[in-house]
């Protein structure tokens, strides 16, 4: 009867409980044991013959993604095994292991037995065994923790080898064994140490690097170190690690100098083992923990399981640094140090495989058991040169799928809108044909493709340099734009009216410096004075036969029209061919009666008919100006078709202060947006007005880092943002990985940072191989008692500068300057004196020895002396003076030859 109802007891706690835990078997590919009312050992196969022992379970193997269901068999239920609580198994038989009890004791087991249970371990007052670690070293002993007891200890280190004794009736119902069905196993009742007194110990592990030290968790807060030759049994080192009990003690696989601690606390801690003392490495802030477990195949990755949630996450702790706390997932998701897998079910236990590579095994009941596969990230790495390489597994893919080794671009590939092209190699064959600093050779190269924004930017930056540096103007010492030169004008604004010889255009034009300059940058600025406004410059004359020459009649015709030369204008289009189904000789007959209409009203109203009816936007842009009394300038100067360039000009022409102003900010903020190189003619390259973010926007869109490097360039040292030198060096890096070592040393000698090297010559000495530097040596000219320094001769200058100090030891080592091989006399040195330099400047250079006492040496054989007397010795004598020297030092190698 006290059999029966102890053993109800402890089955209606145990049930009551739900425990579920599962484990791979070591050194197998698909066993695995499950601890739960009982003890099972299955295996994932895909045999579908029947067997008396398989179960009806259908478990999923491999990837979760794929439904390929496979069967599980049952290979062992060792039915004497009742309530397991935990497992380890032996570190060099991976058949045997122990299994600590709900009911206090630790079964030491062994599969292909006839009687799989060898040994029982049990102290005399027996309660739960919370955790057990084998010894890895000394494979015959192995650690075990147990709940918290009055007056015993928690922590019990046993020897599997010593002798045990028959198990009595208690054992035998603790142990779940009825009296009709057993074999006698002996009991061991005495550990060999005895560790931990009064609290429980929940985790336990033994230290890698030091194996007679035991890491243990308590279920008050404490990490403790014990050490089992220690006879008082104390612990050696402890630390409060959490706030809560410490439910994990696990070491790094690959480094044995980390532990990880989790706790109920919510948060999974990274130790040095080493300096407990100190603040963890790492911390992770993770709810409701359960379990944590390293990854025996990946350095630092950690897979963790929490309550009342249908995800395993992955952690990467060597990406995790200390001075960060996390508290949620979204950051951590955002820097790819967590990786969420939703399983469907709230696992209770998670198992990492020994050999295999990221299999996962968890457990979310006794029906639900299933193989979680990590596919790792493939790694992919795309060189300059358009190669292609991944890495999958252990096998790695390189190669270029649609550009072959040797394949050249043509000239019509070569543009960023051809979206076959990639960045890369549009690039690198635009290096090769000399893209470069050189505004002049751009201009040629530019022109072939298609990309119409960079040729518009270049042209800007050819006329800044043109316009500007011959009249030495400070516009482009910092490569301004529009914006900022009108936004920054304090001259006032003078306003005149035109005094055409039709009166009927009555605009008031707007004159001052400012105008004038962003005119110029744009390609306008054909006045310098008020008076001339009204007049036909030759400059306009010669922008008009330009525009001409390129056939943009359209254009000519606008730029004679805005300059109040509508005579002009009727001539270009009478002179102009038929192009593009417009007949320019029928727009001079419109644009004539403009001329010869009294107030122009009739033309106006008919002539706005004709406003979107040509191709050329010049052509309405001219009508528009022309139909309307008062001139609707927003929408005349919206329209994208025409340059932003002339757009500009018009509105400096035409606008007033505050129009002029609001329109500059407007499409300013609508070019950044865009990313479009053509907004530096209104930003500029600064940092003040967005350029720095245009090109940011420019390079985020088509990835052509080459160009915004090169229009940066032309700042030379006045670069000043950071991601300004990011580029830089971003170019720099991409010509040296393309080996183009010539075109990223003309960049760098380009940009004017390149400094002349200043000639100079040292003398170093062969001993402690330093240079001879005096100037920090004779910072006290005063003559005092020298100790232990060099030999110094003082001779005397009839100049009136301080004699020369002759040193003859080298100043750092203080070891022998070398001897003149004619002479045998050491060598001299003669450092300036400060004092001199305080008079008159041939003082300076006063203290030197003179031309015959310098050092004179043979490159080949390395001996020399004087100048005067390797003069003299060589004027009779062929050989070095040296003795057992045979080098003819005075024979040139040809002579020789």
């Given amino acids: 009867v006290h059999i029966m109802e102890t053993r109800k007891r402890s089955k209606g706690i145990t049930m009551s409980r739900q425990k579920l835990k599962v484990e791979w078997r070591p050194n197998t590919q698909s066993q695995y044991v499950v601890l739960s009312d009982r003890f099972y050992l299955y295996k994932f196969t895909k045999d579908q013959e029947e067997d008396p022992l398989e179960s009806n379970i259908q478990y999923k193997f491999g990837n979760p993604i794929q439904e390929n269901s496979v069967q599980t068999k049952l290979m062992s239920d060792i039915v004497d095994i009742r309530y397991p609580e935990c ?146 049994q104390g612990p050696i080192q402890s630390v409060a690690a959490h706030k809560k009990s410490v439910r994990g003690v696990k070491f790094d696989p690959f480094d044995e100098k980390k532990v990880l601690t989790f706790s109920e606390d919510g948060f999974i801690k990274l130790w040095d083992i080493r300096s407990l003392s100190k603040e963890p490495l790492s911390s992770i802030s993770v709810k409701n923990l359960i379990q944590v477990e390293w990854c025996p195949n990946r350095i630092g990755i950690i897979a963790s399981i929490s309550k009342n949630e249908n995800i395993i996450k992955i952690w990467n702790t060597r990406t995790i640094s200390n001075s960060q706390q996390y508290d949620n997932l979204s950051y951590l998701n955002s820097k790819s140090q967590c990786i969420e897998h939703d399983i469907g079910d709230n696992p209770i236990s998670i198992s990492w495989h020994t050999s295999q590579e990221n299999s996962l095994l968890y457990g979310c009941s006794l029906e639900n058991i299933q193989n979680l596969e990590i596919k790792k990230p493939i790694p992919i790495s795309y060189s300059t040169n ?25 000239k019509e590939e070569l543009s960023v ?23 002049d050779k751009n201009m040629e190269i530019v022109h072939q493709f298609n990309s119409l924004d960079i040729s518009i930017v270049w042209d800007w930056m050819n006329t800044m340099k043109r316009k500007f540096i011959k009249s030495k103007d400070t516009v482009i010492g910092e490569l301004l734009g529009a914006y900022l030169i009108i936004s920054s004008s304090q001259n006032p604004v003078k306003s005149i009216t035109s005094e055409a010889e039709n009166e009927c255009i ?79 000789k029928l727009v001079s007959m419109a644009l004539s009666g403009f001329i010869e209409g009294e107030e122009g009203n009739t033309w106006r109203e008919n002539s706005a008919y004709l406003i979107d009816l040509f191709e050329d936007p010049y052509l309405n842009t001219i009508f528009k100006f022309l139909s309307q009394s008062q001139t609707n300038w927003i929408e005349l100067l919206n329209e994208s078709r025409i340059s932003l360039s002339d757009r500009i000009c018009i509105a400096c022409r035409y606008l007033a202060d505050d129009e002029l102003l609001l329109y500059l900010e407007n499409s300013r903020a609508e070019y950044i947006s865009t990313g479009n ?143 003149c091989a004619v002479c045998l006399l050491p060598m001299c040195v003669v450092p300036p004196d400060p004092r001199n330099k305080k008079t008159q400047g041939k003082y300076w250079s006063s203290g030197k020895l003179p031309f015959d006492m310098w050092f004179s040496w043979c490159q080949t054989c390395n001996h020399g002396g004087h100048v005067k007397h390797m003069e003299d010795w060589f004027n009779d004598h062929v050989e070095c003076p040296v003795a057992d020297c045979d080098c003819r030092c005075f024979i040139s190698k040809n002579s020789v030859n």
């Fill in 87 to 232: 497992i380890s198994w032996r570190p060099d038989n991976t058949d045997q292991f122990v299994v600590g009890l709900h009911s206090g004791l630790v079964v030491l087991g062994q599969f292909n037995l006839e009687e799989p249970i060898v040994k029982v371990f049990g102290a005399q007052s027996l309660r739960t065994c919370t955790t057990l670690s084998w010894n890895k070293e000394d494979p015959s002993l192995f650690a075990a923790g147990y709940k918290i007891i009055r007056d015993s200890c928690s922590t019990l280190v046993w020897d599997i080898n010593r002798a045990g004794e028959m198990m009595d009736m208690n054992d035998m119902v603790n142990l779940g064994r009825s009296s009709m069905n057993r074999t006698m196993s002996p009991s061991v009742r005495d550990p060999i140490h005895s560790l931990a007194n009064s609290e429980a110990t929940v985790a336990l592990s033994w230290i890698p690097s030091i194996p007679s030290c035991l890491a243990t968790g308590t279920g008050s807060k404490w990490l403790r170190i014990y050490d089992i030759r220690d006879r008082y």
């Fill in 386 to 410: 358009g190669n292609i390489a991944l890495i999958n597994g252990k096998s790695m893919i390189e190669g270029n799928p649609e550009l072959s080794k040797n394949e050249i671009l043509s």
């Fill in 417 to 439: 809108e051809n979206n076959d092209i990639d960045i890369s190699e549009l690039m690198c064959a635009r290096t090769k044909m000399g893209y470069s600093s050189n505004l």
């Fill in 506 to 584: 009555f605009y008031p034009i707007y004159f001052n410096t400012s105008r004038i300059n962003c005119q110029k940058l744009c390609g306008w600025g054909f006045y310098s004075s008020e008076q001339d406004l009204t007049e036909m410059s030759e400059l306009l004359l010669v922008e008009i036969e330009k525009c001409v020459c390129e056939g943009k009649y359209g254009r000519a015709a606008a730029l004679a029209v805005f300059h109040n030369c509508i005579p002009k204008a009727i001539e270009i289009l009478n002179l102009a061919p038929s192009q593009s189904g417009i007949n320019y």
């Fill in 677 to 819: 190189l053509e907004g530096l003619l209104l930003t500029g390259i600064d940092g003040h007005c967005g350029g720095i973010d245009l090109l940011q926007r420019y390079i985020d869109d088509t990835g052509d880092l080459q160009t915004v490097a090169l229009l940066i360039s032309q700042l030379g040292k006045r670069i000043k943002d950071p991601r300004m030198r990011q580029w830089i060096e971003l170019y720099r890096s991409l010509l040296d990985r393309w080996q183009l070592w010539f075109a990223r040393c003309k960049f760098d000698v380009d940009r004017e940072i390149v400094d002349e090297p200043k000639p100079d010559i040292s003398l170093r000495c062969h001993f402690c191989n330093k240079t001879f530097l005096f100037c920090a040596q004779f910072k006290d000219p005063s003559p005092k008692p020298r100790r232990g320094g060099y030999p110094l001769q003082r001779s005397y200058n009839p100049n009136g500068a301080v004699g020369k100090h002759q040193v003859m030891v080298c100043p750092n080592c203080k070891n022998s300057l070398p001897k």
